[in-house]
């Protein structure tokens, strides 16, 4: 396993909620930041590089720098990670796919080509306000296919968390700089950017349901679609579940179309379906998303009404 790039100080940080049973929390548990509602688990991000779940990956696969796993409020996991038809697939992550940098062509999504990797570098600050509990993190995109390897792109995000009644609510804003004078050039592609892989019951094409902004239903047709929000669930243990992913309207192209796979539980954001873009020196790219975490099946009303109020958000 590669050295770790940085270790970060213990973290324990608390956000007023309704009761001191249901505070909302983030401690640091080994490689793992872990954010909790009371005793109830929200989410785990991934620090430093984890263990391999099987001994048969290659160690190539190792990451850190993602959201490991998210629950419901009724603890239902909605993720998975280091999926079996997709080892490079984690809960929430945020790599691009096919780019150019300094005529190379560094692949940062598929991992186990050993064309690109994402690494964890550290985290930031931390703080709690307002009944929610937010950290900053640091990550870095390695160009492999440079000989010595390059770091392409700096990367940061900014989450936060807070819990509602019936509901996580989980806000990602990531910005990302050029490491050098050179951009990062992201021609058109049907995938890459911020990815989220469903608890692997819903793999198949029958056990993920879907419901897109605009009503869509059909797998086949929301992929592709542009979208402001789109729900993904399914029954994990007997039970509904499901979160639904919203993208900020300031965000690039917005409505992003949506990468969804035919068969497994994978969606994904990705603005360079629509034609090329680039990262250029000197001008950061920015996108911001919010991940709602409920049980039962979708709620349309409730989601217009979250979709609202997140488009109020400056």
Not at 140 to 151: G, Q
Not at 225 to 235: F, T
Not at 256 to 275: D, K, M, S, V, W
């Amino acid at each position: 396993m590669k050295p770790m790039i940085s270790c970060f100080a213990a973290v324990a940080v608390l956000a007023c909620h309704a009761s001191a049973a249901d505070a909302v929390t983030a401690v640091r548990e080994g490689r793992q930041l872990v954010v909790r509602s009371g005793a109830r688990e929200i989410l785990r991000y991934q620090a430093e590089e984890g263990e391999l779940p099987r001994k048969d990956i290659r160690e190539i696969f190792t990451r850190g720098g993602y959201i490991q796993s998210i629950h419901s409020p009724a603890g239902k996991l909605v993720t998975d990670d280091f999926p079996p038809n997709h080892l490079h697939h984690h809960g929430i992550w945020s790599p691009w796919t096919k780019t150019e940098f300094e005529g190379r062509e560094p692949d940062f999504w598929n991992m186990g080509d050993g064309k690109g990797r994402v690494e964890f570098v550290s985290v930031g600050e931390t703080w709690a306000k307002d009944g929610k509990v937010g950290f900053k993190t640091n990550h870095r995109f390695i160009d492999m296919t440079a000989k010595p390897e390059k770091v392409a792109l700096l990367e940061t995000w900014n989450v936060s968390v807070g819990a509602e009644e019936k509901a996580y609510v989980i806000d990602i804003d990531i910005t990302q700089t050029c490491a050098t004078d050179s951009p990062l050039k992201l021609p058109e592609y049907h995938y890459g950017g911020l990815g989220f892989r469903g608890n692997r019951a819903w793999d198949g094409a029958a056990n993920l349901k879907v419901l897109a902004a605009s009503g869509l239903t059909d797998r086949d047709k929301v992929n592709t679609a542009k979208e402001p929000w789109c729900w993904v669930g399914g029954e994990v243990e007997g039970a509904a579940c499901g979160v639904t992913i919203l993208s900020h309207p300031s965000n690039f192209r917005a409505p992003q179309p949506i990468r969804l796979h035919p068969t497994e539980p994978f969606f994904c954001y990705a603005p360079q379906q629509t034609g090329a873009m680039e990262i250029v020196p000197g001008k950061p790219y920015q996108a911001r998303y919010r991940i709602i975490v409920t049980d039962g099946e979708v709620d349309v009303e409730a989601i217009r009404k979250w979709a609202e109020d997140y488009a109020k958000v400056k």
